[in-house]
């Protein structure tokens, strides 16, 4: 006996994690690469580096830290190639800007809910991994 399809569950949606891991990954990859990492990339070059110390590092290697993080880890989540560690690298500097940049309040001035955000998405896929449409999917 065939079953109905369920409204409540929304059944008549084609369900895939693999599509889904892949729109997760180019969406919040892409948008932290072109909203905060793509911004950095002149200020990691000018003369005189401007940026918060965080853990007790120079500002230099704490800007370098978040160019890795925002730029390079982005890249490569969204190609999904080595895209656990680039999820990790990109969850770490989500961290940090939440604590440090942002002293982890999520509403005011200084909201930090957009790293806060950022996160949580770097931690699904940390744990998910690429599903099969990256390059780390292909064997």
Sequence with gaps: MATK???L???FLPSSTDVAL?????????S?????????IPRLMADEVRFASVAGLSPTV????AVVGEVVAPVLL???????????????????????????????ERSGELPFIFL???????????????????R
């Design 5 to 7: 399809p369920s409204l």
């Design 9 to 11: 569950r929304a059944d």
């Design 22 to 30: 892949l729109l997760l990954r180019v969406w919040l990859g892409g």
């Design 32 to 40: 932290l690469l072109w909203l905060h990492g793509m911004g950095k």
């Design 62 to 65: 704490s800007l370098t830290l």
């Design 78 to 108: 969204i190609l999904g190639l080595g895209a656990r560690w680039a999820a990790f690298l990109s969850a770490a500097t989500m961290l940090g800007a939440y604590v440090v940049g942002h002293g982890m309040a999520l509403s005011g």
């Design 120 to 138: 949580a998405g770097f931690l699904a896929l940390l744990i998910a991994g690429p599903g099969r449409f990256s390059i780390d999917g292909r």
